[in-house]
Nanobody, 127 residues
Framework: QVQLQESGPGLVKPSQTLSLTCTVS??????????WSWIRQPPGKGLEWMGA???????YYSPSLKSRTSISRDTSKNQFTLQLSSVTPEDTAVYYC???????????????????WGQGTQVTVSS
């Protein structure tokens, strides 16, 4: 059974960098052919795919967030990390990490593609 757990600060000040880590257990993030994504849901809005890191280490980003987003991994800890720079209150959301078994996940589609999700972590951007 694969489990994902997000961790990071719940409150970030405007203009700072948001950093979240997803710790994976029950499976390796380097196993072919999985894609590990960050997805968020602002209050009252739908799910938004932010980006992904593949089993190979290749990264993919949402065009709308690409300039502010970086995803990396630590294979020794079986973790992958999201960094979102220059945050504003509009970045307030529940942030999820999730696993998909298809490269289609790198196109931004969310519905029906993910077999495992973290529980989500609330991040509020406020001074």
């Amino acid at each position: 059974q694969v489990q994902l757990q997000e961790s990071g600060p719940g409150l970030v000040k405007p203009s700072q960098t948001l950093s979240l880590t997803c710790t994976v257990s029950g499976g390796s993030i380097t196993t072919n052919y999985y894609y590990w994504s960050w997805i968020r849901q602002p209050p009252g809005k739908g799910l938004e795919w932010m980006g992904a890191i593949a089993y190979s280490g290749s990264t993919y980003y949402s065009p709308s967030l690409k300039s502010r987003t970086s995803i990396s991994r630590d294979t020794s800890k079986n973790q992958f990390t999201l960094q979102l720079s220059s945050v504003t209150p509009e970045d307030t959301a529940v942030y999820y990490c999730a696993r998909a078994a298809t490269v289609v996940a790198t196109t931004g589609l969310v519905t029906g593609l993910y077999d495992y999700w973290g529980q989500g972590t609330q991040v509020t951007v406020s001074s």
